[in-house]
């Protein structure tokens, strides 16, 4: 009985060590982003330029950027549809993608955060 309570003991120690996940203030986060992407559409496509097979062709459904906490910083996180067109020439139909932008920049387009 002593050897279990010394184990749970030794776990809920080590758990209890872990980081405290502890919210930002949006108004921090907000700084940190820069101010807000208006031209947001255009640095997203441009940014797809060189990453998809035939950019020119493709159909874009955007959502308006928020300020969120990406990895630790403030940026600005938008959703964005694209249906483009595969080496084949057919569309292959809206896949959802994800874009970060801090200070005009974009930092990437990635299907998941």
Do not use: H
């Not at 749970?8 to 930002?24: A, D, K, M, N, Q």
């Not at 101010?35 to 020119?56: A, G, H, I, R």
């Not at 308006?64 to 139909?93: D, F």
Request: charged share 15%.
């Amino acid at each position: 009985m002593k050897k279990f309570i010394t184990i749970l003991f030794i776990t809920f120690f080590i758990v209890s060590c872990g980081p405290v996940y502890t919210p930002r203030d949006p108004a921090e986060l907000a700084q940190e982003a820069g101010s807000y992407p208006y031209n947001y559409q255009t640095l997203v496509k441009q940014y797809l330029e060189d990453k998809l097979f035939d950019p020119y062709t493709a159909y874009y459904k955007f959502e308006s950027p928020s300020v969120s906490n990406y990895k630790n910083y403030g940026a600005w996180v938008g959703k964005v549809m694209i249906n483009a067109k595969n080496r084949m020439g057919g569309y292959t139909g809206y896949t959802s993608y994800w874009y970060i932008i801090v200070n005009g920049n974009v930092l990437g387009v990635t299907e998941y955060l």
